[in-house]
């Protein structure tokens, strides 16, 4: 079946920008996670989505970061007011009823 | 708060031969989970093999196994028969057990082993 897709695969914005980064996840996986994976460094944990509502929001770094599952399903993770600093890969992972969790090929975003 | 170190920025082995790459942790919890994961230069991070805190028995998955020395906090992993195909980036990554029987929490990794596996 198919696995996490995230879209776009590489996002370039100028400084002070809104993005938005797509996440599905596996079909039928109740658990979305985000994370931030700055160049030769480990992912950091962002955010995760038990369904609908965030169960965990603490990795999140400030108000700039938002992110929604409205159905439970796709996740939109939402940078508002972008900066150079945010420049990272943004992973996202899902999981059902296991503690292994399914990551997506990121997304790249450049802030300029 | 949990925190993971892997203090070998880069490991290098012959195809075919044996690498161990290191892995220690910090964490005041007594239930927990540990991973290794894979991430090749196309990004996309792939599950090596885990280990449940409580069992004592180290992991094993084919040519992957563990070596968990819990009161050491150390988790390091061995990779027989070295393959070109396991060149990658390697994460150490610690969960902590979640509350109310589900199986779902936030990963914590460590700053990566880049193996290299030459000819």
């Known amino acids: 079946g198919a696995g996490v897709s995230q879209t776009p695969s590489n996002k370039v914005t100028e400084k002070g920008k809104y993005v938005e980064l797509r996440c599905d996840p596996i079909?039928?996986?109740?658990?979305l996670y985000w994370y931030r994976q700055s160049l030769g460094q480990g992912p950091e944990f962002l955010i995760y989505?038990?369904?609908?509502?965030?169960?965990?929001d603490s990795g999140l770094p400030n108000d700039r970061f938002f992110a929604v599952r409205p159905e439970g399903s796709v996740s939109t993770l939402k940078i508002q007011r972008t900066e150079r600093g945010d420049s990272a890969v943004y992973l996202c992972?899902?999981?059902?009823?296991?503690?292994?969790?399914?990551f997506g090929p990121g997304t790249r975003l450049t802030v300029l | 708060a949990q925190t993971v170190t892997q203090s070998q920025p880069e490991m290098s082995v012959q195809e075919a031969e044996t690498v161990t790459l290191s892995c220690t942790y910090d964490t005041s919890e007594s239930n927990y989970y540990l991973f290794w994961y894979k991430q090749p230069p196309s990004r996309q991070m792939i599950l090596v093999i885990r280990q449940e805190a409580y069992k004592q028995q180290n992991a094993t998955e084919n040519r992957f196994s563990v070596n968990f020395q819990k009161a050491a906090k150390s988790f390091s992993l061995k990779i027989s028969d070295s393959q070109l195909g396991d060149t990658a980036m390697y994460f150490c990554?610690?969960?902590?057990?979640?509350?109310?029987?589900?199986?779902?929490?936030?990963?914590?990794f460590g700053q990566g082993t880049i193996l290299t596996v030459h000819p």
């Open positions: 079909s039928g996986h109740t658990a």
């Open positions: 989505f038990q369904g609908t509502g965030a169960a965990d």
């Open positions: 990554a610690f969960m902590k057990s979640p509350a109310g029987g589900t199986s779902y929490g936030k990963l914590t």
């Open positions: 992972a899902s999981s059902r009823d296991t503690n292994e969790q399914f």
